[in-house]
């Protein structure tokens, strides 16, 4: 079974750099950081109520003409009045410049929103100089999905360098880790995609031979499944929009609590409307 190490997270400064090389895992659901510094990768972490994490939520909230993003709208989402948007990046695929968002009856547009989060992902990175970045992108992305990101990237201050598909980036990260000859195949079940990729390897070059994948298929649709198993789909349609965040936050969690010996799932609706 292929297994792939997990970067350690450890402190990281800017002190003395002219210019800092990230690579970013732009997840439906979460986004992950790493910088390249002198052969090591380090991950990198945000401040958050309950301490560091490694990863950026993802995530918008909205309240009139009041907006958060990532941690900010992960911490007001249970407040009154404010909606939380899940996965904006799903929603790239169909999408053009002036593409629109449509919550609670108000409309926004889709280009200010992914700005509005990358920027505040660049403010919680806490790297003052400039910043070159690689792109991990869904292998079945199109070209839509892939000028609007970089687009999104540019306008939040970003140097883009590129882009590379996500299962990808994984193989050749670790084929040169392993010093591995020959072909990988490694997929990547994500939170809105299912991809794949072959590359072949050897001492000197990495070549991808394919690339594939399915945009439909991700941790997003076993949330949506869990959540029409507990409360069915007629509850669903009555739900506020506060109130099915919630629902699939439950799920999500319950989902990611699995184990080998797991039996059920208990989703607790409490958590989405008390009583």
């Known amino acids: 079974m292929l297994q792939l190490r997990r970067t350690s997270v450890i402190p990281y400064t800017t002190e003395g750099r002219d210019n800092v090389k990230l690579g970013i895992d732009f997840g439906t659901t979460r986004i992950v950081t790493a910088a390249a510094d002198r052969g090591n990768y380090p991950v990198l972490t945000f401040d958050t109520r309950e301490g560091n994490a490694d990863w950026f939520p993802s995530l918008v909230a909205l309240r009139g003409d009041d907006r958060r993003y990532g941690w900010d709208a992960w911490t007001v989402q249970g407040e009154p009045g404010w909606t939380a948007v899940r996965s904006l990046k799903r929603i790239l695929e169909d999408a053009g410049a002036d593409t629109s968002v449509e919550v609670d009856g108000a409309r926004y547009p889709l280009m200010e929103l992914l700005t509005g989060m990358i920027a505040e992902l660049k403010r919680g990175l806490r790297v003052e100089p400039p910043l070159e970045v690689m792109l991990g992108v869904p292998a079945n992305a199109n070209s839509n999905q892939r000028f609007l990101t970089v687009e999104a990237f540019r306008r939040a201050g970003f140097q883009v360098l590129g882009l590379l598909n996500e299962p990808s980036a994984a193989a050749i990260e670790f084929g040169h880790s392993q010093k591995l000859d020959g072909r990988?195949?490694?997929?990547?079940?994500?939170?809105?995609?299912?991809?794949?990729?072959?590359?072949?390897?050897?001492?000197?070059?990495?070549?991808?031979?394919?690339?594939?994948?399915?945009?439909?298929?991700?941790?997003?649709?076993?949330?949506?499944?869990?959540?029409?198993?507990?409360?069915?789909?007629?509850?669903?349609?009555?739900?506020?929009?506060?109130?099915?965040?919630?629902?699939?936050?439950?799920?999500?969690?319950?989902?990611?609590?699995?184990?080998?010996?797991?039996?059920?799932?208990?989703?607790?609706?409490?958590?989405?409307?008390e009583g």
């Open 184 to 273: 990988l195949l490694v997929y990547d079940l994500g939170g809105g995609t299912f991809d794949a990729s072959v590359v072949e390897l050897d001492d000197k070059t990495h070549t991808v031979v394919a690339s594939a994948g399915i945009g439909t298929l991700g941790g997003d649709d076993f949330d949506h499944l869990l959540a029409e198993m507990a409360a069915g789909e007629a509850v669903l349609a009555g739900l506020s929009g506060a109130e099915l965040f919630r629902l699939l936050e439950e799920c999500r969690r319950q989902k990611e609590a699995l184990h080998p010996n797991t039996r059920k799932i208990a989703v607790d609706l409490d958590h989405v409307r």
